[in-house]
């Protein structure tokens, strides 16, 4: 049996208009739609997002992926899925993982590619790529991310700010993501740098709930999960 296509699929920031035509015709193409889900409760942001686009009798799997940075559990959870999806694979059905943003960009995606290059190397994969959350971000807040000569970096700002502090003075402008958790932290550095007056937070860019704040003194607690920070470095607006 010919074996068929795995697609990551990039689905955009939140907005479902802010999806591709190439991701929306593969999303309504394919056999199988793979969507990351809570471990907690089996909800799937991302299959809210495409939910316009779904065939009503296309089958969706649900994969749940752990928030942890146990490594061994990590790495359980993405062999279990990618055992799950070549099962779908191995017998001839395309199928499409659909993830936020991009899916070569801090994507559980990519974990899964890996490991499906490495067990199950003559598989066809193909990459469709998606809007970026701080693209998206940036056109909300309009705030420019790099012209001319400048530069931009993109971090992560789950373990906290070490990677901000050595990184900030080489670039002209930074955005921080996965914000929430270490956010005080953040927050702190910031302060300390003297760029608190060159930072807007986007949070929940594109859904319901949309915030961007210009004053990060105005924050009072921990924000939402789907948060990040644009740093700006005294650029005139």
Same mark, same amino acid.
């Given at each position: 049996m010919?074996?068929?296509?795995?697609?990551?699929?990039?689905?955009?920031?939140?907005d $479902?208009?802010?999806?591709?035509?190439?991701?929306?015709n593969? =999303?309504?193409?394919? +056999?199988?739609i793979?969507?990351?889900?809570?471990p907690?409760?089996?909800?799937?942001l991302?299959l809210?997002?495409?939910?316009?686009?779904?065939?009503?009798?296309?089958?969706?799997?649900? /994969?749940s992926f752990?928030?942890?940075?146990q490594?061994?559990?990590?790495? +359980?959870a993405?062999?279990?899925? *990618?055992?799950?999806?070549? &099962?779908?694979?191995?017998?001839?059905?395309?199928g499409?993982f659909i993830?936020?943003?991009?899916?070569?960009?801090?994507?559980?995606?990519?974990?899964?590619k890996r490991?499906?290059?490495?067990?199950y190397?003559?598989?066809v =994969?193909? =990459?469709? $790529?998606?809007?970026?959350?701080?693209?998206?971000? *940036?056109? *909300?807040?309009?705030?420019?991310?790099?012209?001319s000569?400048? &530069?931009?970096?993109v971090?992560?700002? *789950?373990?906290?700010?070490k990677?901000?502090?050595?990184?900030?003075e080489?670039v +002209?402008h930074?955005?921080?993501?996965?914000v929430?958790?270490?956010?005080?932290?953040?927050?702190?550095?910031?302060?300390?740098?003297?760029l608190?007056?060159d930072?807007?937070?986007?949070?929940?860019?594109g859904l319901e709930?949309e915030?961007i704040?210009?004053d990060?003194r105005k924050?009072k607690?921990? $924000? $939402?999960?789907l &948060?990040l /920070?644009?740093? +700006?470095?005294k650029?005139?607006?």
């Open positions: 010919k074996k068929g296509i795995l697609y990551g699929v990039g689905i955009g920031p939140g $479902p208009e802010l999806i591709t035509l190439k991701a929306v593969i =999303i309504r193409r394919v +056999d199988v793979f969507a990351p889900s809570s907690k409760n089996t909800y799937s991302a809210d997002i495409v939910a316009p686009y779904l065939r009503k009798d296309v089958e969706v799997i649900k /994969l752990p928030m942890t940075k490594k061994n559990i990590l790495e +359980d993405w062999t279990k899925n *990618a055992k799950t999806i070549m &099962s779908y694979i191995n017998n001839g059905k395309n499409a993830t936020l943003g991009d899916p070569l960009t801090y994507s559980t995606f990519g974990y899964i490991i499906i290059r490495k067990s190397p003559d598989t =994969i193909k =990459i469709v $790529p998606g809007i970026t959350s701080y693209h998206a971000a *940036a056109a *909300a807040s309009g705030r420019i991310l790099a012209e000569e400048e &530069s931009f970096v971090i992560s700002g *789950a373990m906290g700010a990677k901000l502090k050595e990184i900030i080489h +002209d930074a955005v921080m993501l996965k929430y958790r270490k956010y005080r932290e953040i927050i702190e550095t910031i302060s300390e740098l003297g608190m007056e930072c807007v937070l986007v949070s929940k860019c709930g915030e704040i210009e990060l924050i607690q921990t $924000p $939402p999960y &948060s /920070l644009i740093i +700006d470095k650029r005139k607006r």
